[in-house]
Structure formats: structure tokens, C-alpha cells
């Protein structure tokens, strides 16, 4: 196994002190630290020790770095993308294309040779995600029920003529509707449960159990950005509020839209960077897209179960062959070989102590491996070990 470096990503959303105490950095933390990428993504590869890319050391040799049956199925580079993610303030709601609306979508703003900043595809390739909190987690994740948002809807009075419009045009028809409003309209609207709930909310008596706290942490934010009013305010309550308690997973399938609000997780996807967004966002929004791929059918959000492994691990299995995460605890003097993969792994220990049987060499918490296919590695846990591996499935 060779060790790897996670590409760091500064987005504004992100936290200041989760990574860089998982990464034991000394630098200064002015600028939030979001996301860490475990993978050979083009916007964001990982690095050798020696600092060079882990995207040109498997393009050295494909198949030697990821195995012949991987490269078979998913061409020569890693299928998937590991990520450590730090949410400090809510993502903008988005959602994910299948791989033949990628596939179709990234063609079409090639030839139409769409600016890099309104790209909704950067690459030709589906994302399905999985996460797994590292602490209590809140997300929004797909629609609600009608019953249940128009409960949430009828609570604000001056919301009150959405409920029409959400019931008799349907969850499709009503969001196609709300991202036409012009902002004066959006104001009028959503101005006045702000300032009903403002103080309410700096007071913290609002519970984060309710959408109106994660829309008044939306508003506050759109306020200091001198962002204008965004429909995306309304999505809040016509989308499921999801909380996950520390170690429980979540999966987000092509058409589900879905919006990170606060807490840490990894998050396992297939390795793509294509986003169309759906509200709470300052970047451009792609509404005819957006109509196109979203799954507007409600759904009732559930929590991924762990399966036990053969060797001790705990699999998160789910219906995408791009991309498994596995869970080991190891105890204090337990050793772990790691298993005759046929395709290549990423290792990431996120608490613990470790040495790597082979190589005498000591691993801590936030240390990151690559595993090429068909190496035998036998790791010996130094004290209480929590891992994990992202693979993929080539059966
Ligand atoms: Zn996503």
C-alpha cells in the first residue's frame, strides 16, 4: 500500500477546525476547510507523498494501478471518490444525473460551448452518493408527502397562497412555478416569516428538528452575502428534513435532490463532479435541466443498514456498482489482512493508531492508502482502530 494525500477544498460552507485537526495541520485556518478528496478526480486528485498526482501515477500503468476487471468496466481510472466532508452552513440543494443524462448533458454544452461557469456537467459520468455521518448530521433529502407540506406551508400565513398553487399544480408543476417568481414576489412572500422568526431564531429557540430553523440559517446567510430571495427558501419546507445520528448512512440516487445543512461525513460517490442546482446558491441555476432529471415523486428517506463482511468488516451496500464502503473496528493488537481485492482501494483511517505489517509503518487518524489489486497488506492496530475502505463492486 502506498500512502496518499487528500486534496483539500476550501469552499465557504465549510468548517475552520474539523480537517485541520483530522489532518493535524499546523497552518492558519482562515479560510474554511470543507471538503478533503481521496480519489483521481481532475478538479482535485490526491498526491503521493513525494507531491506528485495520483491521477498520473495511474495513468502510468492502468491496469497494474487499478486491475484489469475495473479497468474493463470503468475505463482507466478509479470509479469512485472518497470524500471528508466538514458542513458548516447549508450546501445549495442540487441534484444528480443519471449516466445517459450526463453523458447526453456534457455532449450538449461541449458543442454548445457553455462557460465554464454556468456548466452543470463537467464530465460525462452519473453520481450517486452515499454518506456516512461522523457526527449528528441534518439534511434535506428528497420530497416530502403533500399532507406533509402543506402542514409545513400552512404554518406561515403569508405562505398561504403557495398551498393552492402546491396542490393543485403538483410538487413538478409548483417548483417549475416558484423558480419563475420574480424576487419582488419571493420577497413579499418570505420577507414577513423572517422577521416573525428573526429574533426567535438569534435567541435559539427555534429546534433543529424544524425546517423553519434550516430556512432562517439559509436566510442569514443570503442576508451577509447581500444575496437576493431564492425559491430555494421554499424547497426547505416541501423537502424531507432528515437527521442522522453519528454512523448512520445515507443514499443519494440520480434524480434525488438533496441539500447537506450541517455536520461531518464521508461521503463514497461515483467519481464525478456533476451538479445541477436547485436553490440556496448564488451560482447559476439550470430550471429546464433541473425539471428534466429531478425525481419529483415523494419519498420516505431511510437509513443504509451495515451488513457484516467475511472478515470482520461491516459493508454499506447499495444499488451502484461504482463505488463500496466497508467499516472496520479494530481493537488494540488486532490484526487485519487486508483482502485479495481484484480492483484497486482506498484506506482511510479516520480515528486510531496503525502499522502497516510490510512497510514498519505508523498511520494515525486522517492518513489515507491505495491499494492496488491483488496486494496482501497485513495491518496491525497499535490502539482502538476505526477505518475504512472505499472499493468497487466488479462482479
Ligand atoms: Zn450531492
Given amino acids: 500500500m502506498i500512502e496518499i494525500k487528500g486534496a483539500v477544498k476550501n469552499y465557504e460552507w465549510g468548517g475552520y477546525h474539523y480537517l485541520p485537526t483530522l489532518l493535524d495541520s499546523n497552518e492558519e485556518n482562515d479560510r474554511p476547510v470543507a471538503e478533503l478528496w481521496f480519489g483521481d478526480h481532475h478538479s482535485g486528485s490526491s498526491t503521493l507523498v513525494d507531491g506528485s498526482l495520483l491521477t498520473k501515477w495511474i495513468e502510468l500503468s492502468p491496469e497494474y494501478h487499478l486491475g484489469k476487471r475495473l479497468v474493463q468496466k470503468f475505463g482507466c481510472r478509479l470509479p469512485y471518490l472518497l470524500k471528508i466532508l466538514d458542513v458548516r452552513e447549508p450546501l445549495s440543494i442540487q441534484v444528480h444525473p443519471t449516466i445517459m443524462q450526463a453523458k447526453q448533458g456534457y455532449a450538449r454544452e461541449m458543442v454548445m460551448n457553455v462557460d465554464p461557469g454556468c456548466r ?5 459520468n452519473h453520481k450517486p452518493e452515499l454518506m456516512l455521518a461522523l457526527s449528528d448530521f441534518y439534511l434535506l433529502h428528497g420530497f416530502r408527502n403533500v399532507t406533509k407540506g402543506v402542514y409545513e406551508l400552512n404554518k406561515y400565513q403569508t405562505l398561504k397562497p403557495l398551498v393552492l ?9 409548483f417548483v417549475s412555478a416558484i423558480f419563475s417568481l ?15 422568526y428573526r429574533s426567535a431564531y438569534l435567541q435559539n429557540e427555534i429546534s433543529k428538528s424544524q425546517s423553519l430553523f434550516w430556512f432562517m440559517r439559509a436566510v442569514q446567510r443570503i442576508e451577509r452575502e447581500k444575496m437576493p430571495l431564492d425559491a430555494g427558501l421554499i424547497m426547505i419546507f416541501i423537502m424531507n428534513l432528515m437527521y442522522v445520528p453519528k454512523g448512520g448512512v445515507v443514499y443519494q440516487n440520480a ?19 456533476n451538479v445541477v442546482r436547485c436553490g440556496l446558491t448564488s451560482k447559476h441555476i439550470d430550471i429546464k435541466e433541473l425539471l428534466l432529471i429531478t425525481d419529483f415523486e415523494p419519498i420516505t428517506p ?8 467475511n472478515d470482520g468488516g461491516i459493508d454499506y451496500i447499495v444499488p451502484a456498482d461504482d463505488f463500496r464502503l466497508r467499516e472496520y473496528h479494530l481493537e488494540k493488537g488486532q490484526t487485519l ?26 498511520s494515525n487518524a486522517g492518513s489515507a492508502f491505495y491499494q492496488r489489486p491483488g496486494e496482501v497488506n497485513v495491518i496491525h492496530a497499535t490502539s482502538d482502530v476505526l477505518l475504512y475502505r472505499a472499493s468497487a463492486s466488479i462482479a
Avoid at 182 to 196: D, G, K
Avoid at 255 to 262: V, W
Avoid at 302 to 309: D, E, K, L, M, W
Avoid at 345 to 360: A, N, P, Y
Fill in 165 to 173: 398553487m402546491y396542490q393543485e399544480l403538483g410538487i413538478k408543476n
Fill in 255 to 273: 434524480g434525488i435532490p438533496h441539500a447537506y445543512l450541517e455536520g461531518q461525513n464521508i461521503e463514497l460517490m461515483a467519481n464525478s463532479d
Fill in 302 to 309: 431511510t437509513i443504509v443498514a451495515g451488513r457484516p463482511s
Fill in 182 to 196: 420574480p424576487v419582488s414576489e419571493l420577497e413579499s412572500l418570505l420577507v414577513p416569516v423572517i422577521e416573525q
Fill in 337 to 362: 489482512t487486508t483482502p485479495d481485492e481484484n480492483g484497486a482501494c482506498i484506506w482511510f483511517v479516520l480515528s486510531g493508531e496503525l502499522m502497516l505489517g510490510s512497510q514498519q509503518h505508523y
Fill in 120 to 124: 452543470s456537467y463537467k464530465d460525462n
